[in-house]
């Protein structure tokens, strides 16, 4: 596959910045954008948007500034770990980057937690959970900042879980993500990622003690090590 002329990439982002402050508003806007440029609209966050396009994946970041060749502080963490990442199972892959943009191999899949609402916990295969489990330890060997929060998992269900939004930084975190982190708590750190925690917290303690078993029962990780996620 040959790679995306950087001016479609680049057209693209100058839009994205110069209205900034309409599309970080409007998921509506950000598909509009995006269908415009021959992009299909995958989601935003609170650094940018994603979309995807010959089965690559794009984010473009808030935080550029049109006319500098200066790399967002923000994208220079998430390149940091991404490369940290390469040809290791369960995390998005990178491609390559310019000032503002990143370049990703497109997962295929939907938020796990879709999977967990529609079908329930029983619905994610156990090799694909032990995977999981691998992932997140890998990441703490690796230093790798995952952010706690349902968006950042995917699940495909002929391949497992993915990780899509991860960094060497943890200065973005929220004050309860970052307590989180501190208090070592593998089970706990999955279940943020599996729930929405504003619409679920019913599941989350008894969700959270089936992945502590599990935990525990098939991958013998000692929940009291230091995983070194930050």
Request: some cysteine; glycine content about 6%.
């Amino acid at each position: 596959m040959d790679d995306l002329p950087t001016s479609i990439i680049e057209d693209l982002q100058k839009q994205l910045i110069v209205n900034k402050h309409v599309y970080q508003k409007n998921n509506l806007e950000c598909k509009q954008l995006c269908d415009g440029h021959d992009f299909e609209y995958l989601g935003k966050g609170c650094t940018g948007i994603v979309a995807a396009r010959h089965g690559l994946a794009y984010k473009f970041y808030y935080s550029f500034s049109l006319g500098t060749t200066e790399i967002p502080y923000m994208q220079k963490g998430e390149i940091i770990a991404l490369k940290k990442a390469v040809n290791i199972n369960g995390f998005a892959q990178y491609n390559r980057h310019g000032p503002g943009w990143t370049e990703m191999q497109r997962i295929k899949g939907l938020s796990a937690n879709t999977y967990l609402t529609n079908n329930g916990f029983s619905f994610f295969k156990q090799k694909h959970l032990n995977k999981l489990f691998t992932a997140v330890k890998r990441a703490c060997e690796l230093n790798i900042v995952l952010d706690p929060n349902y968006p950042n998992l995917l699940y495909d269900k002929d391949k497992g879980f993915y990780f899509i939004d991860f960094s060497d930084y943890c200065k973005h975190l929220g004050d309860k993500s970052r307590r989180l982190l501190q208090q070592k708590d593998y089970a706990k750190f999955i279940t943020r990622l599996l729930i929405r925690r504003n619409e679920q917290r019913a599941m989350e303690e008894s969700l959270c003690l089936k992945i502590s078993d599990l935990l525990q029962k098939y991958m013998r990780i000692d929940l009291d090590i230091n995983p070194q996620l930050l």
